[in-house]
Structure formats: structure tokens, C-alpha cells
């Protein structure tokens, strides 16, 4: 429903559009318009549209947050413009309810390599699985214990569900470090042993094992 040469609004210009529609209700600090502008953006990446953002608020806070969220979108739509999160999500909605588009896009796009897979989230997701369905000619590239973006909707879990939806995927466990000692290695390894697992890992070098680590304390 966009017309061509449509706009791309970067988070300062969502920022002052948001700033414009909560201070018709009441007069808003800065950090109220971050809160709403990172709800917004959770929803986003978690597939949820405004109408059902509306139906999940859970408190007067949400509430609020998702009716900015429906006045967010409308205004877009009126200035024939997206945000970054749109990029994913809207790809994603017609995909899913065009089998027509999704069926030429499946056409087009023959194999798929994602990088940094442990920091996707619900959306990405969803458009991977969208576009490699059964034929599954794709690569991802993750460590579930890098994931240092769940703050902004990363979801390492997509590790797992990677697997259920697809079982036939095979899993090349890459271990061998290049940049690190043995005793680095063994210490991060003791670590992460903590962490809950999809794929247990056991990293290593051919480095030799270094100097020996020194803990310092700064008070």
C-alpha cells in the first residue's frame, strides 16, 4: 500500500513524530518518548501489530504505548514513510498473507546466509523461514553465548526453534579459536559451562598457553 520512492524515517525522525502525537494527550518528557519509542519497537520485532499491541496491553502504560503505536503507524502511512523495523515487518505481513508474492520471492531467492543468528529476532525469523521453507538451502552463523542484544527483541532461542523447524539442518560446531590462548580458552570455557546450552561447545587453540591470567581490582 506504499507508493514508490516511499521514505525512510531513522530513529530521530520517529522520535520527533512520536514527541508530536504524545503531547497532543499531555506533556512529555524525554525519556516517557524513549520508553514508547522501544515499546514500539519490541512489537515490531515481535510481529505484533498495533490492533493486537491494543488487545496484549497489560497495564495503563502498555495501553498508551500501543494507542501512540496505532497513531505512530497511521501517520507513517500518511507520509508514505517507514522506520527501520518496518523494513523486516512489513515484508514479512505480505509475505504472509500474499502466497502469490511469497511464492515469486521463493523463486528468486535461491540460497540465504545469515550471520550473527543468536541476535535475530521474531521477524527475521519469520522471513527466513518465510522464504527457505522446506527446500532449507540456507546457512546461519551463531553462538547462543554471544547474545548480547536482547534488550532490543534478540532472541537466542531462535537457536532452538532453527532446529525443530528444521531438523534436517547440519551443525558444524566451530571451537577452534584463533585469536586466544589455551588458558583464555580454558577459562571462558569453565564460564560459559554455566550457561544454559542448545549446542555444547568446547573452545580451544593452537596458540600454546600463554601468559597466565591476572584478575585486577580497582577500587
Known amino acids: 500500500g506504499y507508493k514508490p520512492g516511499f521514505s525512510l524515517f531513522d530513529p530521530e525522525d520517529a522520535k520527533a513524530l512520536l514527541r508530536d ?6 506533556q512529555v518528557d524525554a525519556e516517557q518518548i524513549n520508553a514508547v519509542q522501544a515499546k514500539i519497537s519490541q512489537w515490531k520485532n515481535d510481529l505484533v501489530l498495533p490492533g493486537d499491541a491494543l488487545s496484549f496491553a497489560a497495564d ?10 496505532e497513531a505512530y503507524v497511521r501517520h507513517l502511512k500518511a507520509y508514505n514513510a517507514v522506520d527501520f523495523d518496518d523494513l523486516i515487518l512489513l515484508p514479512v505481513v505480505l509475505l504472509q498473507r500474499d502466497p502469490e508474492a511469497l511464492a515469486r520471492w521463493r523463486r528468486k531467492i535461491h540460497y540465504m546466509l545469515v550471520d550473527e543468528y543468536q541476535d535475530t529476532n521474531v521477524s527475521q525469523y519469520l522471513l527466513v523461514k518465510l522464504l527457505m521453507a522446506e527446500r532449507a538451502t540456507f ?9 548480547i ?3 532490543r527483541g534478540a532472541r537466542p532461542e531462535n537457536l532452538v526453534t532453527l532446529g525443530e ?3 534436517r539442518l547440519k551443525v558444524i560446531k566451530l571451537e577452534q579459536n584463533y585469536r586466544s590462548t589455551g588458558t583464555i580458552l580454558r577459562a571462558a570455557n569453565t564460564l560459559i559451562a554455566n550457561n544454559p546450552h542448545v549446542y555444547d561447545k568446547t573452545l580451544w587453540s593452537e596458540m600454546g598457553d600463554g601468559a597466565p591470567i591476572r584478575v585486577v581490582v580497582n577500587r
Not at 502504560?61 to 503505536?69: G, L, S, T
Not at 546457512?139 to 547474545?147: N, P
Open 21 to 26: 502525537l504524545m503531547n497532543k494527550d499531555a
Open 60 to 69: 495503563d502504560d502498555e495501553h498508551f504505548a500501543a494507542r501512540v503505536y
Open 139 to 147: 546457512t546461519v552463523v551463531g553462538d547462543d553465548d554471544q547474545s
Open 149 to 151: 542484544y536482547a534488550w
Open 165 to 167: 523447524d528444521f531438523p
